[in-house]
Antibody, heavy 120, light 109 residues
Framework: QITLKESGPTLVKPTQTLTLTCTFS??????????VGWIRQPPGKALEWLAL???????RYSPSLKSRLTITKDTSKNRVVFTMTNMDPVDTATYYC????????????WGQGTMVTVSS | EIVMTQSPATLSVSPGERATLSCRAS??????LAWYQQKPGQAPRLLIY???TRATGIPARFSGSGSGTEFTLTISSLQSEDFAVYYC???????????FGQGTKLEIK
């Protein structure tokens, strides 16, 4: 059974850097073709894809946010770490991590999400 | 940049009836299209990937079709648990990115 869980701060100040950790079980990020992505959703709004890291350390970023994003993995600890710099109130959202199985180009298992508020 | 447009924004349907949700891409996607269901306070749930393949455990009343720029999610006989917001999502090879539509809210008529 695949599970993912996001953790990190619930409140960050403007200009600060957000660091979120996705801890997962039921799969390995060393398995060929597997990926873990980050997606966010502002309150009452649509989903927005942010970043994704593959088993081979290939990384993909949203072009509009690329300069602010970093995604890394720790395969031995079953974790993916996501950072977003220069946080702004418009970045207030629920942040999800999700599993992408080989060949699907879609996210089949999602974490519960973590709400992050950006406010001074 | 590919833009995904879902229609209608809100769809009112009675239980037991058929619901048809549309997703249009601004550029051809081949079949790299997925559908998700999201209920209030919950994470999205994958329904369909590859435009027409049901994800594991998804009931047969959910079906996806289409290719290129026009895609459809059909729910053949609505159950009470199907009333939710539905999102389409495309994957583009280059530049590599995923794009979600703005969602269709399926509500009880």
């Amino acid at each position: 059974q695949i599970t993912l869980k996001e953790s990190g701060p619930t409140l960050v100040k403007p200009t600060q850097t957000l660091t979120l950790t996705c801890t997962f079980s039921g799969f390995s990020l060393s398995t060929s073709g597997v990926g873990v992505g980050w997606i966010r959703q502002p309150p009452g709004k649509a989903l927005e894809w942010l970043a994704l890291i593959y088993w081979d350390d290939d990384k993909r970023y949203s072009p509009s946010l690329k300069s602010r994003l970093t995604i890394t993995k720790d395969t031995s600890k079953n974790r993916v770490v996501f950072t977003m710099t220069n946080m702004d109130p418009v970045d207030t959202a629920t942040y999800y991590c999700a599993h992408e199985p080989y060949g699907s180009d879609a996210f089949d298992i999602w974490g519960q999400g973590t709400m992050v508020t950006v406010s001074s | 940049e590919i833009v995904m447009t879902q229609s209608p924004a809100t769809l009112s349907v009675s239980p037991g009836e058929r619901a048809t949700l549309s997703c249009r891409a601004s550029q051809s996607l081949s079949s790299n299209l997925a559908w998700y269901q999201q209920k209030p306070g919950q994470a999205p749930r994958l329904l369909i990937y590859g435009a027409s393949t049901r994800a594991t455990g998804i009931p047969a009343r959910f079906s996806g079709s289409g290719s290129g720029t026009e895609f459809t999610l059909t729910i053949s006989s609505l159950q009470s648990e199907d009333f939710a917001v539905y999102y389409c999502q495309q994957y583009n090879n280059w530049p590599p990115r995923y794009t979600f539509g703005q969602g269709t809210k399926l509500e009880i008529k």
